[in-house]
């Protein structure tokens, strides 16, 4: 979202340029680009072509090129830049989430570390050390990157493009959810979000009242259940024909659902109460002011199946230990996007940044009004 308000910088075609014309100084916050503006400007670059199968959109996870094989290849990018610790583990997880929404494996990964002047040899090695653990268990092969001390940085920030195959019948894509489908979620809400909190800002949560035991807990969910999609891709795949698939991330659940809509030009209707808010993750939010359903969300997984089939996936995801549950329904446009609160339909809220970035952000400016305040 603009600081300023103001609406987002216009696209104006002239003869064969794109050229972008500004109203105002903008300024943007922590987060995704906005998506009007992230449109815009994919219209102004030269994407597309006959091998790619599928390329950069809104809601769309990863990209799929067509080499001519018996296989098709798939590609993401996603960076690192919340977490402290495990930061490998991190990374390749991220990276393997977007690629498990195709229906693809993983396979080749490159990282780029950008890491701060001055710091330690030992936290390097740990860095490199977790994303090999990583790479071992989901049996996905270091190939390349770039490593170098970047002047103006206060931490780590690593950079993976993962590569990875789907068969060529099988790839699915955000664009095909349709109207009448059932919107399925596997996982719990939210685990990545409330797991950094509760890692990085243990003291913050006591001094507001958490329990010791709702913050350990939720500390511990980057290892178990951990935030990697893939079993749940995987079982969903096996169990019956998936339309669409989609991780919610920075920005939380009714952001990735705006994006399935986004780009499925559906519209949807979205049970609050089936929703799988996990207990510590409410607590957690309540203490820090937090709506849960805009807080970074990868360890949940969005689906979209034939109505018929959405019991059989429920099943077949709980047998797999995955909790689940059927949310809501795909619907037409027209319909718009709707959230039910006690039987009540509202709007689907919509979060201009994550609010893990928003609370950061808070929590900066709070330290630099205490600084200012001693300063005098």
């Known amino acids: 979202?603009?600081?300023?308000?103001?609406?987002?910088?216009?696209?104006?075609?002239?003869?064969?340029?794109?050229?972008?014309?500004?109203?105002?100084?903008?300024?943007?916050?922590?987060?995704?680009?906005?998506?009007?503006?992230?449109?815009?400007l994919l219209m102004s670059l030269p994407v597309g072509g006959p091998q790619v199968v599928?390329?950069?959109?809104?809601?769309?996870?990863?990209?799929?090129?067509?080499?001519?094989?018996p296989e098709l290849?798939?590609?993401?990018?996603?960076?690192?830049?919340?977490?402290?610790?495990?930061?490998?583990?991190?990374l390749l997880a991220v990276n393997c989430n977007d690629l498990a929404t195709t229906g693809a494996e993983p396979r080749?990964?490159?990282v780029t570390a950008l890491l701060p002047v001055g710091i330690e040899h030992e936290q390097v090695v740990k860095i490199f050390s977790s994303l090999g653990r990583a790479c071992t268990e989901l049996g996905v092969t270091l190939v390349g990157g770039h490593t170098e001390m970047t002047v103006g940085l206060d931490h780590p920030i690593l950079v993976g493009c993962l590569l990875g195959v789907a068969p060529r019948d099988r790839v699915v894509r955000t664009a095909n959810a349709r109207a009448g489908d059932a919107i399925i979620l596997a996982g719990g809400i939210a685990v990545e979000g409330s797991a950094i909190l509760a890692r990085e800002h243990r003291d913050i949560l006591l001094a507001k009242g958490v329990n010791q035991e709702v913050i350990n807990r939720a500390a511990a969910w980057l290892q178990k259940p951990g935030i990697s999609i893939l079993p749940a891709a995987r079982i969903a795949m096996a169990s019956c024909d998936v339309h669409a698939m989609h991780d919610p991330t920075e920005g939380g659940l009714t952001t990735a659902l705006h994006e399935i809509a986004e780009a499925a030009n559906v519209g949807l209707r979205i049970d609050g109460s089936a929703i799988p808010l996990l207990p510590e993750c409410k607590?957690?939010?309540?203490?820090?002011?937090l709506d849960p359903l805009g807080l970074l969300a990868s360890g949940a997984l969005l689906l979209c199946v034939d109505s018929g089939?959405?019991?059989?996936?429920?099943?077949?995801?709980?047998?797999?230990?995955?909790?689940a549950a059927?949310?809501?329904e795909a619907v037409g446009r027209t319909e718009g996007r709707i959230l039910l609160r006690d039987g009540r339909p509202s709007p689907l809220p919509q979060f201009a940044r994550d609010e893990l970035a928003r609370y950061l952000e808070t929590l900066r400016g709070s330290n630099l009004t205490m600084e200012v305040d001693d300063a005098r």
């Open 1 to 40: 979202m603009c600081e300023t308000g103001e609406k987002f910088p216009r696209i104006i075609r002239q003869d064969a340029e794109i050229c972008p014309v500004y109203n105002v100084l903008v300024k943007l916050s922590a987060g995704k680009l906005p998506a009007e503006l992230l449109r815009s």
């Open 54 to 69: 599928v390329g950069p959109g809104i809601g769309e996870d990863a990209t799929v090129i067509d080499l001519g094989g």
């Open 73 to 90: 290849l798939v590609a993401k990018t996603d960076p690192v830049t919340f977490a402290g610790e495990d930061a490998g583990l991190y």
């Open 108 to 110: 080749w990964l490159l």
């Open 283 to 289: 607590r957690i939010c309540e203490a820090l002011e």
């Open 309 to 323: 089939d959405a019991q059989r996936l429920v099943e077949r995801l709980n047998e797999g230990g995955i909790a």
């Open 326 to 328: 059927r949310i809501g």
